[in-house]
């Protein structure tokens, strides 16, 4: 079933044109009832008659919305133009709203790729494109709009993990928003076409992982912030510590044997890599 236009006139024209068969009419019966005029009766009757089922098709349609017409159980077109519109007599109108919706989804406690409980969370931005499909294919488009909608929220979470602790660069929930937020509105674009509903944008707006997990998790993202950040010291000392070999090689023509190379990177790294602050201590051995 596709949306389609049905027919319908400006309201305005069609209610002027109405009290104007009423006047015609009610003037015929006037006229034959005084004349013993059947005919001129009987088209005066038949005027007001139409001026009644036309002015019974009458509707309003607000901005943003449609009006679905169904004519003794069967579809026959929307009126999609706001205003007031003369129709098909004798016709059922459903109204359906064309505004741009949100549905935020509740707090789903789902497995990542790697089996760990998370809790995740979504807004997804719809409207309705297709009124004749929203109403007539699904029993309820905003409740299956829903449901769709946390059963693709489950899927999308359970492709990717939470997060990764190697440089592999591989997209993982928390560091990849937007790729994941686009999978999830493919995956319910997919799911919706069939209600009339496009998706107009989908974001998360919760992500964490679950309690009786997130003790354990967060220990080891400091474990692995801390292992960086000590990476980067010791790299940092290595590099300092061979740039004063060798300046004091070149200025002073020292020259350095393994063994007090040795004592001197000791201590050199002892004092960068160390979190307290370092004592001095001067050997006096050596001046005996």
Same mark, same amino acid.
């Given at each position: 079933?596709? *949306?389609?236009?049905?027919?319908?006139?400006?309201?305005?024209?069609?209610?002027?044109?109405?009290?104007? &068969?009423?006047?015609?009419?009610?003037?015929?019966?006037?006229?034959?009832?005084?004349?013993?005029?059947?005919?001129?009766?009987? /088209?005066?009757? #038949?005027?007001?008659?139409?001026?009644?089922?036309?002015?019974?098709?009458?509707?309003?349609?607000?901005?943003? *919305?449609?009006?679905?017409?169904?004519?003794?159980?069967?579809?026959?077109?929307?009126?999609?133009?706001?205003? +007031? /519109?003369?129709? $098909?007599?004798?016709?059922?109108? &459903?109204?359906?709203?064309?505004?741009?919706?949100?549905?935020?989804?509740?707090?789903?406690?789902?497995? @990542? +790729?790697?089996?760990?409980?998370?809790? %995740?969370?979504? $807004?997804?931005?719809?409207?309705? =494109?297709?009124? !004749?499909?929203?109403?007539?294919? $699904?029993?309820?488009?905003?409740?299956?709009?829903?449901?769709?909608?946390?059963?693709?929220?489950?899927?999308?979470?359970?492709?990717?993990?939470?997060?990764? /602790?190697? @440089?592999?660069?591989?997209?993982?929930?928390? !560091?990849?928003?937007?790729?994941?937020?686009?999978? #999830?509105?493919?995956?319910?674009?997919?799911?919706?076409? $069939?209600?009339?509903?496009?998706?107009?944008?989908?974001? +998360?707006?919760?992500?964490?992982?679950?309690?009786?997990?997130?003790?354990?998790? #967060?220990?080891?993202?400091?474990? !692995?912030?801390?292992? !960086?950040?000590?990476?980067?010291?010791?790299?940092?000392? =290595?590099?300092?510590?061979? @740039?004063?070999?060798?300046?004091?090689?070149?200025?002073?023509?020292?020259?350095?044997?393994?063994?007090?190379?040795?004592?001197?990177?000791?201590?050199?790294?002892?004092?960068?890599?160390?979190?307290?602050?370092?004592?001095?201590? %001067?050997?006096?051995?050596?001046?005996?």
């Amino acid at each position: 079933m596709k *949306e389609k236009q049905v027919f319908h006139i400006n309201g305005y024209v069609g209610l002027v044109l109405a009290i104007l &068969f009423v006047i015609g009419g009610g003037w015929l019966i006037w006229e034959g009832s005084t004349g013993d005029n059947i005919a001129s009766i009987l /088209f005066g009757a #038949l005027l007001i008659l139409i001026a009644a089922f036309g002015a019974s098709s009458l509707t309003i349609v607000g901005p943003n *919305e449609a009006r679905v017409l169904t004519f003794f159980g069967k579809y026959i077109g929307t009126i999609r133009d706001s205003g +007031l /519109f003369m129709t $098909v007599p004798l016709t059922n109108k &459903f109204s359906i709203s064309l505004r741009v919706r949100n549905f935020n989804s509740a707090i789903l406690k789902v497995n @990542d +790729l790697r089996g760990n409980p998370i809790e %995740i969370a979504a $807004v997804i931005v719809f409207k309705v =494109v297709d009124t !004749s499909m929203a109403l007539f294919e $699904v029993d309820d488009y905003e409740q299956f709009v829903e449901i769709q909608s946390e059963s693709a929220i489950r899927h999308v979470a359970s492709e990717y993990p939470y997060d990764t /602790f190697d @440089d592999d660069n591989k997209i993982t929930l928390r !560091s990849n928003p937007t790729e994941v937020s686009d999978r #999830l509105t493919e995956e319910l674009q997919a799911r919706l076409n $069939v209600a009339g509903v496009e998706i107009v944008e989908t974001r +998360l707006t919760h992500l964490a992982y679950a309690t009786e997990i997130a003790s354990a998790m #967060l220990q080891r993202q400091q474990s !692995s912030a801390i292992l !960086s950040a000590r990476k980067v010291i010791v790299e940092g000392a =290595v590099s300092i510590t061979e @740039d004063t070999i060798q300046r004091l090689e070149k200025d002073t023509g020292m020259k350095l044997s393994d063994d007090k190379k040795l004592q001197l990177i000791n201590n050199m790294m002892v004092t960068i890599i160390s979190e307290r602050g370092s004592q001095p201590i %001067i050997n006096t051995s050596d001046l005996k």
